[in-house]
């Protein structure tokens, strides 16, 4: 049935997924729970639910349900963005001369410009079911914060946000769409916690990191009454949400019979990758069918190429539970790397088990090339790339261009997850060459495992 294909491939109202699909769900080895880091033992619905909505603890915990349905609710909020278009590259081709066929998944076509609306708006959704006031998040770069803000303007809950400080001070833009939506957004870390206070004291000066505006707040949401706190990356529950990515882009893929071999997405916390591969994974995992899949992360926090699989914290304060996972250690603080989202020490537990029983490779890119491929593709393609989701066209085009010597008409899917309107420093300092290429050495990294918590079974 080969038709020619369109520039875009939409999907009918009719044909979007009415479920979300759990990865877990089909793993024969599921990944490892997360512990109570007191007793070391599992946590239980009891404790994450004074931290986390109810609804979300349960798809937390859920590794057996392959697919949960979408509350119709938000299945309503998405039709007001998605589907998101699957794109066919054909200019990136063109310009890369390649025999490669290359699709990408648009997620940025939406106010918060990224593919964190799609998670915001289901926690948001549980929160007020509830009952409850309101949440509170961190955020790195400011699109998490922005989309749960939208969200949460939406449902009319109260949404205050712990904002890394290096991102607070070089995006204003973004802190003031957030408060557009009626969010407070405090500069992290704070004097308004405890842990906050605590983190100045014994670092003055921190430019602040993703893992300790998590502590600040997880403070906050279990301080106050009718308070829950919610998370835009890593957790399960996240990758669920996510995998409507996934879901759309195979729906659409299949209706003009076009299978991918490569499936490439950027990781941070590994939400986007882990819900656009989530299908395809599934079929990997029942052994249906094969795909080569590929997370991209920098080389400045490169979880998964040089981290250490192991319990850890997911925060800086060490208040949340141990998750098992590529971690660089809770206190590892990366360089200023302009991908804000992609700053995160740990990674995703599924993606994680994924990476360790082989479903998955990973591959770490630096910075100036991230941003040469940013260009070359805003050039093309028209769309100006976030620097996180330039991470994934680096390596797209990489394989492109391997395909380029081998003559291989090899199909690439990658996850195109956002715009960089509000990144124009970093697009700056790479025009004017003042963008480098920081990769920590081991000894730098080794600071960062020797916080890694030690107990038997957790020796790295
Ligand atoms: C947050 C973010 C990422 C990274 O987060 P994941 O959870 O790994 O997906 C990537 N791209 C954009 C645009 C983001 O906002």
Request: charged share 20%; with cysteine.
């Amino acid at each position: 049935m080969k038709q020619e294909i369109p520039y875009k491939i939409y999907l009918e109202e009719s044909e979007m997924p009415v479920s979300w699909y759990n990865m877990r769900a089909d793993m024969k080895t599921k990944p490892a729970p997360l512990l109570n880091p007191g007793t070391l033992k599992p946590m239980t619905f009891e404790e994450l639910s004074g931290v986390f909505c109810d609804e979300l603890v349960a798809q937390e915990l859920d590794e057996d349900t392959a697919f949960i349905e979408i509350p119709q609710e938000i299945r309503n909020f998405y039709k007001m963005y998605r589907p998101s278009p699957l794109v066919r590259a054909y200019c990136l081709e063109e310009k890369l001369q390649t025999p490669a066929k290359i699709y990408y998944k648009f997620e940025g076509n939406n106010t918060s410009g990224s593919h964190k609306l799609n998670s915001a708006i289901a926690q948001a959704y549980y929160a007020k079911k509830q009952g409850l006031k309101g949440v509170t998040t961190e955020t790195g770069a400011g699109q998490w914060g922005t989309a749960l803000s939208m969200a949460c303007a939406y449902l009319g809950l109260d949404c205050k946000v712990y904002m890394v400080k290096v991102s607070y001070e070089q995006k204003p833009f973004r802190r003031e769409v957030m408060r557009t939506y009626g969010a407070s957004v405090t500069p992290s870390p704070s004097e308004t916690t405890n842990v906050g206070r605590k983190i100045l004291a014994e670092h003055p000066g921190t430019t602040g990191s993703l893992g300790c505006a998590i502590s600040e707040a997880v403070e906050v949401a279990t301080t106050n009454e009718g308070y829950r706190y919610v998370l835009g990356s890593v957790l399960n529950q996240v990758l669920l949400h996510q995998s409507v990515i996934g879901l759309e882009s195979k729906i659409a893929m299949d209706k003009y019979g076009i299978t991918p071999d490569i499936i490439i997405g950027c990781a941070g916390g590994g939400s986007n990758l882990g819900g656009l591969i989530a299908p395809f994974m599934g079929e990997k995992l029942r052994g249906e069918k094969d795909y080569r899949i590929i997370a991209v992360e920098p080389a400045s926090c490169p979880s998964f190429t040089r981290g250490k699989f192991a319990y850890d914290f997911c925060d800086t304060g060490m208040i949340c539970p141990l998750a098992k996972m590529y971690t660089l250690g809770s206190g590892f603080i990366p360089s200023p790397n302009h991908a804000g989202g992609l700053r995160f020490h740990g990674m995703s537990t599924v993606l994680s088990q994924l990476y360790h029983d082989g479903f998955m490779e990973a591959k770490a890119v630096e910075q100036t090339s991230v941003f040469e491929a940013a260009e070359m593709f805003a050039r093309v393609e028209g769309i100006l790339p976030a620097p996180e989701s330039s991470h994934a066209i680096r390596a797209a085009i990489d394989e492109a261009l391997k395909c380029k010597e081998t003559g291989e008409e090899k199909t690439i899917l990658f996850g195109l997850t956002g715009t960089g309107y509000f990144d124009m420093v970093a697009y700056e300092k790479f025009h004017n060459g003042e963008m480098n290429d920081h990769i920590p050495t081991d000894a730098e990294l080794q600071v960062g495992f020797d916080g890694i918590p030690k107990f038997p079974g957790n020796e790295i």
